[in-house]
């Protein structure tokens, strides 16, 4: 069985983006984009949200293209490219990159995903993410939190119906007071 994580930057009080979309208090130090870029390369396929998608999709396939591209920014746009991803989403109608797009059921797609051969796949995006959460697909969860308060927004955890148990596998703190966590959940340590 394939390992799903779900990770995200994500403010103190647990957004993943500030009210109407605002990215800009999580701008990753070099080594923060260094770890992002690295677990991309690592990354078997990643399952992204239509926001997500249309978030990455118009700058990172040419990004290395651009006038003052960074030796960092030139590795981490060959790794996404390269990448495998499966887009969910109802209101779009093409998609590119090494892409397929599933305009269905998602849930029923991602067990059927985690149920086939490969490596660990990661999951992106807040309505996709807590319908994985809801559905008990989400093997570890990443926070690379972010010392900002924003106040509200898009939330990394959706409302469940029932506890979920986790178990810390590492913490680390990056500049500027950037501290990333891991959590494997207990039924992501069984499948081990």
């Known amino acids: 069985m394939r390992k799903l994580t779900f990770g995200m930057n994500v403010s103190v009080d647990g957004y993943i ?3 109407g979309g605002d990215l800009g208090w999580s701008v990753p130090s070099d080594e923060l984009f260094q770890w992002w870029s690295d677990r991309v ?6 399952l992204y949200g239509r926001g997500l998608w249309e978030s990455m999709s118009p ?6 293209q651009q006038p003052g591209a ?3 920014q030139i590795a981490f746009a060959g790794r996404w490219r390269d990448m495998p991803k499966v887009v969910f989403s109802s209101t779009i109608s093409t998609v590119d990159w090494n892409t397929r797009l599933v305009t269905g059921d998602a849930v029923a797609e991602i067990t059927r995903l ?8 990661d999951i992106g995006g807040a309505t996709l993410a807590a319908a994985a959460m809801r559905a008990g697909l989400i093997d570890e ?6 010392p900002v308060l924003v106040g509200g927004g898009k939330p990394f955890f959706t409302l469940l119906d029932r506890p979920e148990d986790l178990r810390l596998l590492e913490t680390r703190t990056f500049p500027g007071g950037v501290v990333l966590t891991r959590y494997e959940t207990r039924h992501g340590a069984r499948s081990r």
């Not at 390369?41 to 990643?46: I, N, P, Q, V, Y």
């Not at 985690?114 to 796949?121: E, L, N, Q, R, V």
């Open 70 to 72: 960074t030796p960092a």
């Open 59 to 64: 700058h990172w396939p040419t990004a290395d």
């Open 141 to 146: 969860y990443v926070m690379v939190t972010h």
């Open 17 to 19: 983006a500030a009210p």
């Open 41 to 46: 390369g690592a990354t078997d396929l990643a």
């Open 114 to 121: 985690k149920a086939g051969d490969g490596g660990p796949m």
